[in-house]
């Protein structure tokens, strides 16, 4: 059980278009999933908290006009990275959260690694 | 603010007992948890400590002591599949995690 997938796997986009990541639950329900970013040799820093029905919480210096999260079902959220820029190009790793307990153990799907041109 | 800690790399040989150590300093704490992480892959969950003391699930156990602001993972008999990044992370409330930079670990023959 608890298992989360993200489509697409990878993805090579050209400068200045927009990508989306989905990320699923497939075996549970998530009111809560997140997201988070990792460069190469660092931690994962998370980037927003996506809350089903609601607007999602981003963390300090991650522009939410650039970083479109939708959370509209309880098993799917999406992240837009809208008008891609080389410097966006990371690994983006989402997770949900099992139960409703802020204690309770995140998930983590399979990362969707992005490479901007 | 949010300050984890832990060794950048370790070495084990297969069949050896490691340890790999994470202090942290958080402005709350809701529970430590431990992950692998394989190069190109999703972290994997592995343990998760909320009450001091030890808690141990196969060949792996982790200790949490909150006094100390200290865990550790420990693995034993180490395998060749072992090796990978091992990742400390702090609930500091509200369910938000912030994660340690991670703990390579290289087990050889």
């Known amino acids: 059980g608890a298992v989360v997938s993200q489509h697409p796997s990878w993805v090579i986009c050209k400068s200045g278009t927009s990508v989306k990541i989905e990320c699923r639950s497939l075996d549970f329900q998530a009111t809560t999933m997140f997201w988070y970013r990792q460069f190469p040799k660092q931690s994962l820093m998370l980037m927003a908290t996506s809350n089903e029905g609601s607007k999602a919480t981003y963390e300090q210096g991650v522009e939410k006009d650039k970083f479109l999260i939708n959370h509209a079902s309880l098993t799917l959220s999406t992240l837009t990275v809208t008008s891609a820029h080389p410097e966006d190009s990371s690994f983006y790793i989402c997770s949900a959260r099992v139960g409703g307990s802020n204690t309770d153990t995140q998930y983590f799907g399979p990362g969707t690694r992005l490479t901007v041109l | 603010g949010q300050n984890i800690d832990q060794p950048t790399e370790m070495t084990a040989t297969e069949g050896a007992i490691v340890q790999i150590n994470c202090t942290y300093q958080?402005?709350?704490?809701?529970?430590l948890f431990w992950y692998q992480q394989h190069a190109g892959e999703a972290p994997t969950f592995l343990s998760y400590n909320v009450l001091d003391g030890l808690e141990e699930k196969g060949r792996f156990s982790s200790f949490l002591s909150r006094s100390k602001g200290y865990s550790y993972l420990l693995l034993k008999e180490l395998q060749m599949k072992d090796s990978a990044s091992y990742l400390c992370a702090v609930n500091s409330g509200y369910s938000t995690l912030t994660f340690g930079k991670g703990t390579m670990l290289l087990v050889s023959p």
């Open positions: 958080t402005s709350g704490f809701n529970g």
